[in-house]
């Protein structure tokens, strides 16, 4: 791994044992337990769903028809990579591109619209974390002891939601981070840099594709706001989905902001931990919302990333 990887992912690991160390793990752990295996069931195939209305984004920008099966797949194995695997988001991103490849698409075309796809999803985070400014500021002005939280915590939120949509803005634009990009990845190809450009200006040229896959990434943001209610609801907590959508797009703008972590490690837990007090849960109820997330994603990731290796080992044996 590159230096700065390391050093991100030990800063993630120190910020997750300094969040570790402040809370009775008893009590974290016995939140957890309240789900039972039923509960946990139902939070996996809450994940899922979520997943697969986030995948729908892809759909509008691919070249050519993809079975919606290859499609989920591709978006679950970039999810799972970055989120158990010491690799940065765009590691996740050139893995998913690897899912279309592997099914028959050309290495360029499948590069392009994965590129596409992350830049339409940026935006529609960036929007999702808007929408949880405006669910907290509805909920946290009406209570009189949470009404000081308001300031601080939602300008930075705001910020971190005007600069993902900035960043997508400039890419649809025309940035030159593409073209480093496509630089890197065929490296020593220039006819596939050359398809890799055309492609990804033409996926930027057609709007309308654009914004229903906007659409379709902030239906998915949603989803996991939903997501967040369900784990909630199956802890035995009363909670409002609009609430849940408040805390979850908060926590996403902070992922978001904090990228360069592999897998968000110590800022998720340290996100849950210090937003759930703030809508009115207990600190220890955020953490082991943190670490069923964390139990989801390995549960998920684990049986993907094995399937992709044994793919993976078929096609070298053949070739």
């Known amino acids: 791994m590159k230096v700065r990887l390391v050093l991100a992912l030990l800063l993630g690991l120190a910020v997750l044992l300094a969040v570790l160390s402040q809370f009775d793990l008893g009590a974290v752990t016995a939140a957890m337990a309240r789900t ?13 769903a ?10 509008p920008l691919l070249p050519q028809p993809v ?3 290859v499609i989920v797949a591709s978006r679950q194995l970039r999810d799972s990579s970055s989120d158990v695997l010491p690799i940065t988001q765009l590691g996740g991103v050139a893995l998913a591109a690897r899912a279309l490849v592997l099914w028959g698409m050309a290495a360029p075309q499948a590069s392009a619209a994965v590129i596409a796809d992350l830049t339409a999803e ?8 808007l929408l949880g400014v405006l669910a907290s500021l509805s909920l946290l002005t009406a209570d009189a002891t949470l009404s000081p939280y308001v300031g601080a915590m939602l300008g930075g939120a705001l910020f971190l939601a005007l600069g993902s949509i900035g960043f997508a803005l400039v ?5 030159r981070w593409a073209g480093r990009l496509s630089a890197r990845l065929f490296a020593g190809r220039q006819n596939h840099v050359h398809a890799f450009h055309e492609t990804i200006a033409q996926l930027y040229r057609r709007r309308g594709r654009l914004a229903l896959s906007i659409l379709l990434q902030l239906a998915g943001w949603v989803a996991s706001g939903l997501w967040l209610w369900v784990v909630l609801s199956a802890m035995g907590l009363g909670h409002s989905l609009w609430r849940a959508i408040a805390i ?8 978001s902001a904090t990228v ?10 340290a996100g849950y931990a210090m937003l759930a007090p703030v809508f009115g849960l207990p600190a220890e109820i955020g953490l082991a919302v943190s670490l069923l997330r964390r139990a989801r994603d390995l549960v998920v ?10 793919i993976e080992s078929r096609r070298a044996v053949k070739g």
């Open 301 to 310: 990731a684990v049986p993907v990333l094995l399937v992709w290796q044994l």
């Open 67 to 69: 079975p919606l099966g």
């Open 248 to 255: 979850q797009a908060l926590l996403e703008g902070l992922r």
């Open 122 to 129: 940026t935006f529609a985070q960036g929007l999702y974390v």
């Open 36 to 48: 039972g295996w039923g509960g946990f069931a139902l939070i996996v195939l809450a994940g899922l």
């Open 171 to 175: 890419q649809i634009g025309g940035s």
């Open 260 to 269: 360069f972590i592999p897998a968000a490690i110590g800022v998720q837990e």
């Open 50 to 59: 979520a997943e697969v209305v986030l995948a729908l984004g892809l759909v």
